[in-house]
C-alpha cells in the first residue's frame, strides 16, 4: 500500500527566502507524481506534474525533481512571495488515476 | 476550455439526512474522481468514475455512492449523514483511464450538524 509522507508540516520564512518542501513515498513503482498547491478552503491546484522517466519539471520559480529509487521528490521555490502562503500537497497514482495524497505543507511567507 | 466545476460550494446538513453533490468535469476528460478532505489532512480517494462505470473505490462504506452521466458529470450521493461526514468534498477529472495529470474542482465544503 502506498502511503506518502511530507516534511515539514509547517514551514514559516521571510520574503524573498530560497525554500524546499520534501515528499517521500514507500512505493517507488509510480508512474508520475504531482504537485498541488491549496489556498484556505478551496480546491487544488496543479503545480507540476513528474514523469517516472523524468527528473525534474520547472515551471517559473517552481521546480520539483524526482527520485524514484529512493522515494523521494522535492519542491523548490525560488525568491518566495507573500502570494506562496498556502498548503502544498504531493501526490502519487496507486492504481490508474487514484491519487495518494500526503498531508501537506503550511508555507507562509511574512512580508 | 472550462475547468472542473462543483456545486454547491457549501452546505449544511442534518445528521441523517441524504446529500448530492455534482461535478462537471473537464471538457474533453472521461475519468471523474471524488475525494474527501478532512480538515488537516490530505484528500482520501472514494471512488472513481470511466465511462459511467464505477472503477475503483477506496476505503468508504456503501452509503457514499455515485453515477457518471453520459456527458461525463458526476454525482456523489451520501446516505445517512454522519457527524464525521463533515469534509471538503473535491472531484478530480482526467483525460484518460491511464495515469494522466488531475485537475481538481473547487470543492464542496459540507457540514453536517
Known amino acids: 500500500k502506498q502511503e506518502v509522507t511530507q516534511i515539514p508540516a509547517a514551514l514559516s520564512v521571510p520574503e524573498g527566502e530560497n525554500l524546499v518542501l520534501n515528499c517521500s513515498f514507500t512505493d517507488s513503482a509510480i508512474y508520475n507524481l504531482q504537485w498541488f498547491r491549496q489556498d484556505p478552503g478551496k480546491g487544488l491546484t496543479s503545480l507540476l506534474l513528474?514523469?517516472?522517466?523524468?527528473r525534474e519539471q520547472t515551471s517559473g520559480r517552481l521546480n520539483a525533481s524526482l527520485d524514484k529509487s529512493s522515494g523521494r521528490s522535492t519542491l523548490y521555490i525560488a525568491a518566495s512571495q507573500p502570494g506562496d502562503s498556502a498548503t502544498y500537497l504531493c501526490?502519487?497514482?496507486?492504481?490508474?488515476?487514484?491519487?495518494?495524497f500526503g498531508a501537506g505543507t503550511i508555507l507562509r511567507v511574512k512580508s | 476550455e472550462t475547468g472542473v466545476t462543483q456545486s454547491p460550494t457549501h452546505l449544511i446538513k442534518t445528521r441523517g439526512q441524504q446529500v448530492t453533490l455534482r461535478c462537471s468535469s473537464q471538457?474533453?476528460?472521461?475519468?471523474v474522481s471524488w475525494y474527501q478532505q478532512a480538515l488537516g489532512q490530505g484528500p482520501q480517494f472514494i471512488f472513481q468514475?470511466?465511462?459511467?462505470?464505477?472503477?475503483g473505490r477506496g476505503n468508504f462504506p456503501p452509503r457514499f455512492s455515485g453515477l457518471q452521466f453520459p456527458n461525463y458529470s458526476s454525482e456523489l450521493n451520501v446516505n445517512a449523514l454522519e457527524l464525521d461526514d463533515s469534509a471538503l468534498y473535491l472531484c478530480a477529472s482526467n483525460s484518460d483511464i491511464r495515469t494522466t495529470e488531475a485537475f481538481f474542482g473547487q470543492g464542496t465544503r459540507l457540514t453536517v450538524v
Open positions: 471538457s474533453g476528460h472521461n475519468t
Open positions: 513528474i514523469q517516472s522517466s523524468q
Open positions: 468514475y470511466y465511462r459511467e462505470e464505477e472503477n
Open positions: 501526490a502519487v497514482p496507486e492504481y490508474g488515476n487514484k491519487l495518494v
